[in-house]
């Protein structure tokens, strides 16, 4: 069984600088690719950034040049680095895995607990 820990949360003035982490545990043969999504308040879930497990990154528009996304496949861990970060950052966070599951292409999608982040001004 497949689980995903995320970490890193919590309140930040408005400029200031968050790192998220998710944690996949569990036996699996490899990462396709993990995403963060996130949602506000009365809103949607969103992409934020994702990545594969080859390097590949993805991102919303408006967070492009503020956050980063990396994956350590050794630590089996994605991280989100926020930069700059605005009040309209302020969601909870969720984490989001394709995990290939062995060498015989089986595959599933995991859920994070999500994390909440809060930008003050």
């Known amino acids: 069984q497949v689980r995903l820990v995320e970490s890193g949360g919590g309140l930040v003035q408005a400029g200031g600088s968050l790192r998220l982490s998710c944690a996949a545990s569990g036996s699996f043969f490899s990462i396709r690719a993990m995403t963060w999504y996130r949602q506000a308040p009365g809103k949607q879930r969103e992409l934020v950034a994702s990545?594969?497990?080859?390097?590949?990154?993805n991102y919303v528009n408006s967070v492009k040049g503020r956050f980063t996304i990396s994956l350590d496949n050794a630590k089996k861990t994605v991280y989100l680095q926020m930069n700059s970060m605005k009040r309209e950052d302020t969601a909870v966070y969720y984490c989001?895995?394709?995990?290939?599951?062995?060498?015989?292409?089986?595959?599933?999608?995991?859920w994070g607990q999500g994390t909440q982040v809060t930008v003050s001004s």
């Open positions: 990545i594969t497990g080859l390097g590949r990154t």
């Open positions: 989001y895995a394709e995990i290939l599951l062995d060498a015989l292409g089986r595959d599933e999608d995991y």
